[in-house]
Structures are given as structure tokens and as C-alpha cells.
């Protein structure tokens, strides 16, 4: 049984310089490629554990619904993730439109998109609204010139 230990003067949350240093410790420690795997499979656990918890597993609510639960979960309300702008299915694609992510703050234009615990728990949540297998990629990049950080998934 885990421990619940409270922080009682700071609070629930930490900086976005720890997140990032956590993440450059770990690319230097395990490679880059280790460090992205890592981080999508521990963002895609935690967005399957936030889906459960929003009751979103197989929804049947609109997904204009679904959309404000997660983007009150995720966002400034919640744990200040990112925003969810807007989600998108298709039949054969899932478009999820991202800002602020925590994973894109403090990077540069000369780097590829790699925004892997985010999408990792969008991802997780996608996947368990949709009771669906899904591959998830970032395929556009505010830090390339895009209006929003893109998480797109195809079934498989």
C-alpha cells in the first residue's frame, strides 16, 4: 500500500527546469532513443490511470465532453500539462491539438519534435476512451513553426 505523503507548503506540483533536467539526466544516462520510449510508456500508464479516473474507459458522453474533462485535468486546473485545443476522429485518424506543453517549453527549432511524456499520456487516455489499439506519433511541432503541438493516432 503506497504511502500518502502530503506536501504541505509546496504543493502538489514542481518546476518545469526539474521535468526538464529529469529528462536530460536520463537521455544521458540511457540514449536518447531509451529515454523516449521510457517516457511515452510512463505517460501512456498515467493516461490510462486519468482516464479511469475520469470514467472516460469506452465513453459514451459526446467527445466535446471528453474533451473538457481532459483538458480540465491536464490544464491549468489540473496538472498544467498542457492544453487540449481541440481533439479530431476520423475513421481511420485521431487528431489530438496540443499547447503549452510541458515537454515543448525551453526547447528549439534545431531539435525534433519530442514531446514523448505528453503524448505518451494522451496517448494512454485516446486509447482507453476509445477502447481502441492505437499508434501515436507527434507529427506537428510549435517549436517548427506549427499553431499547435499535434499528437495524431491511427488504429492498429
Known amino acids: 500500500m ?3 505523503i502530503k506536501r504541505d507548503q509546496l504543493g502538489q506540483f514542481s518546476s518545469i527546469d526539474a521535468f526538464r533536467a529529469v529528462v536530460e539526466g536520463m537521455s544521458e544516462t540511457l540514449g536518447e532513443k531509451a ?3 521510457a517516457l511515452v510508456a510512463a ?3 498515467r493516461g490510462k490511470k486519468l482516464a479511469d479516473e475520469l470514467g472516460l474507459k469506452g465513453a459514451t458522453q ?4 471528453a474533451t473538457q474533462q481532459i483538458t480540465k485535468v ?3 486546473e489540473g496538472s498544467r ?3 487540449i485545443d481541440k481533439i479530431e476522429i476520423t475513421d481511420d485518424v485521431v487528431k489530438v491539438y496540443t499547447s503549452e506543453t510541458l515537454c515543448a517549453v525551453g526547447g528549439n ?3 525534433p519534435p519530442r514531446c514523448t511524456f505528453t503524448l505518451g499520456i494522451v496517448w494512454g487516455i485516446m486509447t482507453e476512451l476509445l477502447q481502441k489499439k492505437l499508434k501515436g506519433s507527434h ?3 510549435i517549436l517548427h513553426g506549427g499553431a499547435y503541438d499535434v499528437f495524431e493516432f491511427t488504429q492498429i
Open 2 to 4: 503506497p504511502l500518502d
Open 139 to 141: 507529427t506537428e511541432s
Open 109 to 111: 527549432g534545431n531539435t
Open 81 to 83: 500539462l498542457c492544453i
Open 62 to 65: 459526446n467527445l466535446e465532453d
Open 35 to 37: 529515454t523516449g520510449v
Open 74 to 76: 491536464l490544464g491549468a
Open 43 to 45: 505517460g501512456r500508464l
